[in-house]
């Protein structure tokens, strides 16, 4: 079943194999370095031409002229316009000779540069294939999405460019097994899209099933991987109740590489739990000292003060020097 929005299909049973991960040091796609989840959203729009073009029309209601061919086209415009112009990805759409030029950018956080770059996009891809051009616009964000939806003026003479833009509410809910099989990189989508609503395991498993007919290794890795991290922790208990796997280990670079930063991430929060935790009790000597509470920068001070006299010389001066003096020495360090 296609849908639009949380809830528009039926819950469906689980596929004959099924991956799920261990929650421990995981994060979802919305922690995901924004690098990495930025590529592996363009991949999937790479590796299925059509996918722009089928969102445009089914998600966002976009008519589209007759085509029979979507390819992917060189997305350096520095053919056309003077500057480096580079968009994520440029779908051209055909009948024997290009019938529309489809820009697909994806957003992952607002970038004050796009709406002065996206209208050189759009007039560059124009004037090379000699045809209309459109902006496809891909967000997880729903509220960056409203943002970036808005015109972009011109000037004088009532020209503008209109993004079109798909957020995560856009996105067609795919849990048909079907449906999904026959369009793995839109049940993927739809995944990492609905992953954190109360349709994220019909999603899930339409998905993952939808990988296994992927002929290639690298990309069936990659999708696997993409929906084991966008679900959240509900939906990976549900799996694990379907499962044939049990602690699925990630097999794309993009998931090991996710791992790894996760991972190393939780270490250094712990380290700084750790540093914040031994510091309480002396913070609490010169707060009591002080008779009010530090500020942040007098914290920092402490810090620095502790790194390069060590804790017996400052827990020294905190117990022999008045409350004036003991304030005075600890901003002099920040000063320096």
């Keep these: 079943m296609l849908g639009r929005g949380p809830g528009a299909g039926k819950r469906v049973g689980g596929p004959g194999k099924t991956f799920v991960l261990d929650p421990a040091d995981e994060p979802t796609y919305r922690t995901l370095v924004p690098s990495l989840l930025h590529e592996a959203l363009v991949e999937l729009f790479r590796n299925r031409p059509v996918l722009a073009a089928e ?42 000779r290009p019938v529309l030029v489809i820009i697909v950018e994806v957003q992952l956080q607002w970038d004050p540069d796009k709406p002065f770059a996206w209208p050189a996009y759009v007039a560059g891809a124009r004037a090379r294939y000699r045809c209309p051009a459109c902006l ?91 929906v084991l991290f966008s679900v959240g922790e509900a939906a990976r208990k549900a799996l694990e109740r379907l499962v044939a796997m049990q602690n699925y280990e990630y097999q794309s670079e993009f998931g090991r590489e996710m791992v790894a930063k996760g991972r190393e991430e939780g270490r250094e929060e712990g380290r700084e739990e750790g540093r914040e935790e031994g510091l309480r009790p002396l913070v609490h000597m010169v707060e009591r000292r002080l008779g009010r509470v530090m500020t942040s920068a007098e914290r920092s001070s402490l810090v620095e003060l502790l790194r390069k006299q060590g804790p017996d010389q400052v827990g020294d001066a905190v117990l022999d020097l008045s409350p004036t003096e003991l304030a005075t020495w600890i901003g002099a360090a920040s000063e320096h």
């Design 136 to 226: 496809l616009v891909v967000t997880p964000d729903a509220m960056l999405a409203s943002r970036l939806a808005k015109p972009i003026e011109l000037g004088p003479g009532r020209g503008s460019v209109v993004p079109l833009v798909l957020g995560p509410q856009g996105v067609p809910v795919v849990t048909d097994l079907a449906e999904a099989a026959r369009r793995p990189e839109l049940a993927v989508l739809s995944a990492l899209a609905h992953g954190q609503t109360e349709v994220a395991l019909d999603v899930a498993v339409a998905a993952l099933a939808a990988t296994t007919g992927v002929e290639d290794d690298e990309r069936k890795a990659l999708y696997a991987d993409l």
């Design 55 to 96: 969102l445009l029309a089914e998600a966002l209601s976009v008519p589209l002229p007759r085509f029979t061919e979507a390819r992917i086209e060189a997305a350096d415009l520095t053919d056309i316009v003077p500057r480096e112009m580079r968009a994520d990805l440029l779908v051209l759409l055909l009948e024997e």
